[in-house]
């Protein structure tokens, strides 16, 4: 019994052979990366024809992978499409056998990220719960170190450049594995005090701590 309009695409896209056509697409991909996968271990290979990609979602650590995932589904999806458009303004000007496969192969991939999609938009859904109670206990634990701090500014650090950065925007804008890193590396300044750059990054960016008695 179809519970939903998502379960009930699911259900129309098996019965077109959408798994089929995944698998297809996947040892089509192997096939094509073998040469690359040939002098590697299996273990090795394994890892490089499992890891996230278009088709796969590879390792989750943690919501944002999938959530990455997800927008990868969604480009792909507008690749095919743009891929579709001139098969279908050729059609128009008369039957082609190429672009009649050319329209099918697009529209499958099409099908294929949106039947993805779905499934992944349900791994998100079962995740989320947990993951605010996590991020929440971190952002919590965060705040709480830095209030132990005398008056200080954080600065993300790069070769050319430091950039002032406020603990509210480091929060909003690193994933929860960053703000673990943070927080444990928070945790070990205050155990230390004898270090001015935190042991973690901010994207390629070292994450500096300042205190404003120190002057700058």
Not at 8 to 28: M, R, S
Not at 168 to 179: A, F, K, Q, Y
């Amino acid at each position: 019994m179809v519970k939903n309009r998502e379960d009930f695409e699911l259900h129309l896209y098996e019965k077109i052979g959408i798994k089929h056509f995944k698998t297809f697409v996947l040892k089509l991909r192997d096939l094509l990366l073998y040469r690359s996968a040939s002098k590697m271990t299996d273990e090795e290979r394994h890892d490089f024809l499992n890891s996230q990609s278009n088709y796969n979602i590879g390792k989750i650590n943690s919501m944002e992978d999938v959530v990455k995932f997800k927008k990868m589904l969604y480009l792909n999806a507008s690749i095919h499409s743009l891929a579709m458009i001139p098969c279908l303004f050729s059609l128009i000007n008369g039957i082609n056998l190429f672009f009649i496969l050319c329209t099918i192969i697009n529209l499958y991939c099409i099908i294929l990220q949106r039947y993805n999609c779905i499934r992944v938009n349900k791994i998100i859904k079962k995740m989320t719960p947990h993951y605010e109670r996590q991020r929440n206990e971190v952002k919590e634990e965060l705040e709480k170190d830095d209030a132990l701090l005398e008056e200080h500014t954080y600065k993300k650090v790069s070769r050319k450049n430091e950039i002032p950065i406020t603990l509210e925007e480091i929060i909003n804008n690193s994933s929860i594995e960053d703000l673990k890193k943070y927080r444990e590396s928070l945790k070990k300044y205050l155990e230390e005090e004898n270090q001015e750059e935190l042991d973690n990054t901010f994207g390629s960016k070292k994450l500096k701590l300042e205190f404003k008695s120190k002057g700058n």
